[in-house]
């Protein structure tokens, strides 16, 4: 008795989950985070044994409390990705935020204000996001940056935009295009070792390359419609066709 019936850590059928959503595999390939929205929490599954472990949440408690993982919370976890030094950053769809857990086990904000949508740019909680729905992860050196740090890019579809996000200090930064809705984003690169970003709306699927030289030029992206209708604001239904200018981009997916 009390045992709440959508809860459990464990192995296998053992595990319990509420309302699944977002995943992704470690850098190493050996396991999955999984982002829980029912039990605000995010966890890890381990592939070789299938054992379940938390990351961070308190299960059944919604916020945004920093601190260590033991009583830090998270709410509306959409997706979380781990990096090669071993942080995970997690998306929290209701919260409007991004936050921070480091191999020492503290939980931070890195982005946005907790419950707070907007379209500012600037540094952590100066700037703000709107109802984000995935997140994307480039290693430093390949996203143009320097040092260990790396780039989150956001599909902040409150916003209608991608957003690009610094793992060192939480920079936001809004990049150019056009988009009826941002509901999903991943990373690439074309076969001439450019940074690509795939991003779909409901009908459509678009392309957004990096236009930097080797040297690195900030915020210099082209935007193609790969494949479906780019038309904003069409009614809705299924159509499938090529695009206008049948462009195709091949790309190596992270």
Sequence with gaps: AGEDPSF???KGADARFALCRGISISPHA????????????????HLETLEVVLVCGVPGQKG????????????????AIETETGEVFVLCQN???IRRVD???????????????????????????????DIAYVAGSESGGSGSGGT?????NGNSCVRSVSTVDGTVTTLPGSFAKTLGI??????????CLYVNDDYSLHCLVNDATAAGEDNSWSQKTVCGWSVVGMDKGFHSCLSADGTRIAVAFR
Aim: glycine share 16%; net charge negative.
């Design 8 to 10: 459990a850590l464990g």
């Design 30 to 45: 050996d396991s999955l985070l999984l982002c829980d929205m029912g039990n605000n929490c995010v966890f890890r599954v």
């Design 64 to 79: 945004g409390l920093d601190g260590p993982i033991a009583t830090a919370t998270i709410e509306g976890p959409a997706k």
């Design 95 to 97: 919260l409007c935020t």
């Design 103 to 133: 191999t020492a086990g503290n939980v931070t904000t890195l982005c946005g204000q907790h419950g707070v949508g907007g379209k500012a740019d600037g540094v952590g909680s100066a700037a703000t996001l709107n109802r984000p729905f």
């Design 152 to 156: 989150l890019f956001v599909a902040d």
């Design 186 to 195: 991943c990373a690439g690169t074309t076969p001439d070792g450019r940074l």
